[in-house]
């Protein structure tokens, strides 16, 4: 295995701390300073997703996503050299779900550019 290699997977099992315990400065320690996120959901279709670019932006997002009452599970992770995509399951107290598939691109092991898609219980 060559050093690229070695160094071009994500920590996934950071991640899923991350996730777990809702802790947005650790999630964000796995991002580029650069990295863009788009973002599909109820609000942002896909003729005009969400855009965020730079840390400073994907803070203030997960910051928001992680401070709401919710259980966050890492689900059906795939990986490859410089890609990796998951679900993430959410549950807020009242039984209501969250479903967020997230696909990203990988730099140096690192998030570069991720593209995330969410569904609500309606």
Not at 18 to 47: F, H, K, Q, W
Not at 48 to 67: A, M, N, Q
Not at 87 to 102: F, H, I, K, S
């Amino acid at each position: 295995m060559t050093d690229q290699q070695a160094t071009s997977k994500l920590d996934l099992e950071t991640l899923n701390r991350a996730y777990e315990s809702r802790d947005a400065e650790l999630a964000l320690s796995l991002y580029t300073d650069d990295a863009g996120v788009c973002i599909v959901d109820r609000n942002n279709t896909p003729s005009s997703p969400r855009e965020l670019h730079g840390k400073e932006e994907i803070d203030e997002y997960l910051r928001d996503v992680f401070s709401r009452d919710t259980t966050h599970q890492l689900e059906r992770e795939i990986t490859a050299k410089d890609r990796v995509a998951f679900n993430v399951a959410c549950q807020y107290p009242d039984g209501v779900r969250v479903l967020a598939a997230e696909s990203m691109e990988l730099r140096e092991g690192k998030v570069a550019e991720q593209v995330e898609l969410v569904a609500w219980d309606e």
